[in-house]
């Protein structure tokens, strides 16, 4: 009897964990396709209550995000907000903040410094601007597997969504730029939003500090920085055997983690090594820290923003 107690605990370890791993993906395809019961067709909005700008945004939005009655609301809704919060303003900064971008650029210390000094270089240029700090991922197991599977194909979605909003945004305000800002993961995301509009020429980006697995190609108007100038970035640069060096006995520990099937195996480590900074493990990438008082960082940016914004 003890014997066959123990035969079966391995087995009900994973089937406990097939379990698990069934209802996230459950989950991530409820999140993905939980619109497809309600459809709308644009002519059964009632267009003539709309004004030009609602119009449009309509429109815009069975182009990009299909005809799922809720995501059109929300894109609208979204796209709208921008709208009156943007109009009245020569420029529009859009934030996106590193990791999982479940927190704004704000809330992190390396992006707050360079971004108040951005804001205080524009002020000095005489712009009339405002921020847009984004937040890049919601709360949710969903969520969280949607934009590890964005990350991981470089965002084909997300910036896909957010290039279409900016694009709607310099087509309908005369005059607008738009400068899309990130860092880290962030940067990996605004690559791709800059390379969707890359023949837009009211929009500028800075990416600081790209992961070295996310290299897209660099388009016009951006400002790519990848090294702070007080030391090489080893996560931007694929330095392997510093970034080794600097984590091997925190990665050893990690690597004990259990797991009981080769697919566990594979989520888990690539879940640690997404989001290690997020959940604090400690792991260190030495040379990937990017304050505006760097000089590799705040004089590249003002120079960059003199050039592009400066009076004639």
């Avoid at 996230?24 to 497809?36: E, F, Q, T």
């Avoid at 903040?97 to 410094?113: E, M, N, V």
């Avoid at 991981?152 to 896909?160: E, G, L, W």
């Avoid at 004089?299 to 050039?307: N, S, Y």
Wanted: proline content about 4%; some cysteine.
């Amino acid at each position: 009897m003890k014997k066959s107690k123990r035969f079966l605990v391995p087995w009900l370890r994973k089937g406990g964990l097939a379990v698990v791993l069934v209802v996230c993906l459950l989950a991530l395809v409820v999140y993905l396709d939980g619109s497809l019961g309600r459809r709308t067709q644009l002519s059964t909005l009632d267009f003539e209550s709309m004004d030009s700008i609602e119009q449009q945004a309509w429109q815009l939005a069975e182009d990009v995000v299909g005809a799922g009655r809720e995501v059109q609301e929300q894109f609208v809704a979204e796209l709208l907000d921008l709208y009156y919060e943007v109009k009245d303003s020569d420029l529009a900064i859009f934030c996106n903040a590193g990791g999982w971008g479940k927190k704004p650029l704000s809330a992190d210390y390396q992006g707050r410094t360079w971004m108040a000094g951005i804001e205080a270089k524009l002020t000095e240029l005489g712009c009339e601007y405002c921020v847009v700090d984004r937040v890049r991922t919601g709360g949710g197991l969903a969520e969280y597997f949607f934009e590890f599977k964005e990350h991981v194909t470089h965002y084909p979605s997300k910036a896909r969504e957010l290039a279409a909003k900016i694009g709607f945004l310099t087509q309908q305000i005369a005059d607008l730029k738009i400068i899309v800002a990130g860092q880290s993961s962030g940067a990996a995301f605004t690559s791709e939003v800059a390379r969707y509009l890359e023949d837009d020429p009211g929009v500028y980006s800075i990416q600081v500090g790209t992961p070295f697995w996310h290299r897209a190609p660099e388009v016009a108007q951006s400002l790519v920085i990848d090294n702070s100038g007080v030391g090489d970035d080893a996560l931007a640069g694929r330095d392997l055997v510093t970034l080794f060096k600097a984590n091997w006995v925190k990665l050893f520990i990690i690597g004990q983690a259990p797991s009981f099937t080769p697919v566990d195996w594979l989520i888990t480590r690539a879940f640690i090594v997404f989001g290690a900074y997020n959940f604090d493990l400690g792991l260190e990438a030495p040379g990937h820290e990017y304050m505006w008082e760097y000089p590799g960082v705040g004089p590249v940016i003002e120079t960059f923003l003199a050039e592009n914004f400066g009076t004639e």
